[in-house]
């Protein structure tokens, strides 16, 4: 998520901080995008954006991901991603890069919208 992009209020704060462990992962999904656009390998020709790729990195895993949209485009963007599928080279630098990143303390971070 680019930096003029991060969410206001408390989640700012949360996504300073838990971003740079996803750089890893950010610029496998920078390079997977750039080349499928640039080959126009994107539904209708469209760019690739990261949340079609995240959509089929969970696919490929066989998940069905549950995507919450609140608008048309967010709508158009995630079905767009229904097209295409991620090659297997593609989804093994993804999960290369997942492992690339750096392991916590087995403790979770606590949800700052959550209430006791």
Known sequence: MEKQRLP???RRILFKELLPALAPVLATM?????ERTRKNQGARGQRVTHSQIALNW???????????L???????EATAALEWKLTSAETAALDAAVASMPRGTGQT?????QTD
């Open 8 to 10: 206001e209020g408390p």
């Open 30 to 34: 920078d390079e997977i995008a750039s």
């Open 58 to 68: 969970c696919r490929s895993k066989g998940a069905v991901p549950i995507v919450g």
């Open 70 to 76: 609140k608008k048309l485009d967010q709508a158009k």
């Open 109 to 113: 971070v606590q949800n700052i919208f």
